[in-house]
């Protein structure tokens, strides 16, 4: 209890609608950090960002069930409210923490009717079906609730940025804020569920980000990318025991194919002992 108490004091938790209604009425200019909690430096460099660019900043701890294509990761992805307002607060950027139940978010939402064009369905949204049907719907939810100016996202999470940037930028007056994605010190990007992992398959991690690093720079002079691509893949699954499930370099500006390495992200996603993590380079 005393923790929470001393929390309250600089920063504000909202545990439900009417809370954030009559609090966030003041404001109108606000920089939004959405997150599903097992807060980061990752999350911390968005809410950097926000305080710069924003006078309020609103920070969300919501574990949104319906972008979950599988119950076994949804029950096991790291939570620990207690911990994340512990390291909001240390911050002092932080003014106001949402932490919604999931009648908050979905009480007046009917059946979504959000579905990807098929030019979408690519990379994670081929693999993860539904995921980003689930993750645009509780974005969308969220910012008619917030009306933030700005909302602060990861590069680390690039097809999400992208589906959510196009598609809120269209419907209402908010800013979608792209933020650099931030790695440990083997470069690996970091992400709630690296906690996961265990400390040799985090160095395994930074050792195949290093092996791709690599990749992208020898993509350059390959006269078939795409078949230069299949065969790392294949190596890559041979050399460190993983399943690969996508590694494609595409246009960072449309996801298209490509073939220059100007203006492209190597994108890929992979399994480390049934974790599953993805990254562009
Ligand atoms: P999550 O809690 O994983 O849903 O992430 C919340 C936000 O933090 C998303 O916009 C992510 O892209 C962003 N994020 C997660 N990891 C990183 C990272 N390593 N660097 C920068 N942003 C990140």
Known sequence: MFYLLNILIQMKILLNNTSLFKSLRPFNDLGFV???GGIHKGHLSLINKSKKLCKKTIVSIFLNP????????LKSYPR????????LKKTKKVDFVYLPKFKDIYKNNKESKITLNKKDKILC???RKGHFEGVLDVMNILTKIIKPNKIF???KDFQQLYLVKKFLEKKYPTKIIACKTIRDKNKVALSSRNVLLKKSNLYKAGKIYKKLVNIKKNTNNKKNIFNFLIKQKKQLEINYKIKIDYLELRNKKNLKYTKKIINSRLFVSYYLNKIRLIDNI
């Open 80 to 87: 620990n409210i207690k911990n994340d307002l512990i390291i």
């Open 34 to 36: 959405p997150t599903m």
């Open 125 to 127: 949204a081929k693999f």
């Open 66 to 73: 319906k972008q979950f294509n599988n119950k076994k990761d």
């Open 153 to 155: 996202m990861g590069e």
